[in-house]
């Protein structure tokens, strides 16, 4: 059975203060590993898709990058707008759908 | 462009109710898929449609079900409600389904109360 485990639970940072999220995996057969933001009562926002050791890829203060059994997302200099949950979900196998499992998220919180 | 919207956005029912919920997704997204959010934790897979036939189901009972329309809507039946229904179910939409570079694009849920 996949699994996605995502670390820490909650992260607390000072503005301008850098760090990475964790995202470990067990999959047969990876296709593709998502990172999404979801802001409190909303749905999960798409940032990237990464489908094989060494990808990286980053979009203004986040890069994401990965290797065969985690994924991080580097967050450079965050700001307050920042704060949300992030979630790592992997889609894997050789079944004719897209299904991703998700892990639970870590919750960022970014101090002015 | 619109993205993919979900109705209601909130809704209360009772233990042992019937309950509907619907999706449309992205103009010229052909596959639709359902997942449930429990508080705390990330969304869990119940259903894939494309082209109107299912195409993946998760470890859900058969009280629920799924169907996709010709003009790619999609909706989520869910029979004899229990407590632990109470969640926030999100449709999401890609181009294609099976293929990594076709990421799922999500609505902002429908918050459903189970009392």
């Known amino acids: 059975e996949d699994q996605v485990t995502q670390s820490p639970e909650a992260l607390r940072l000072q503005e301008g203060e850098s760090s990475s999220l964790n995202c470990s995996y067990t999959v047969s057969g990876l296709r593709g590993l998502f990172w999404y933001r979801q802001d409190p009562g909303k749905g999960p926002e798409f940032l990237f898709t990464l489908y094989s050791a060494g990808e990286e890829k980053e979009k203004e203060r986040l890069k994401a990058t990965l290797t065969k059994k985690e994924s991080f997302l580097h967050i450079t200099a965050p700001k307050p707008e920042d704060s949300a949950t992030y979630l790592c979900?992997?889609?894997?196998?050789?079944?004719?759908?897209?299904?991703?499992?998700f892990g639970k998220g870590i919750t960022l919180s970014v101090r002015p | 462009d619109a993205g993919v919207t979900q109705s209601p956005t909130h809704l209360i029912k009772t233990r042992g109710q019937q309950v509907t919920l619907r999706c449309s997704p992205i103009s010229g997204h052909k596959s639709v898929s359902w997942y449930q959010q429990v508080l705390g934790q990330g969304p869990q897979f119940i259903f894939q449609y494309y082209e109107k036939e299912e195409r993946g189901r998760g470890n859900f009972p058969d009280r629920f079900s799924a169907r996709q329309f010709p003009n790619y809507s999609s909706e989520l039946n869910v029979n004899a409600l229990l407590l632990g229904d109470s969640a926030l179910y999100l449709c999401?939409?890609?181009?294609?389904?099976?293929?990594?570079?076709?990421?799922?694009?999500f609505g902002n849920g429908t918050r459903l109360t189970v009392t």
């Open positions: 979900a992997v889609q894997a196998g050789t079944g004719a759908n897209s299904k991703l499992t």
């Open positions: 999401a939409s890609s181009l294609f389904v099976g293929v990594g570079n076709s990421p799922l694009h």
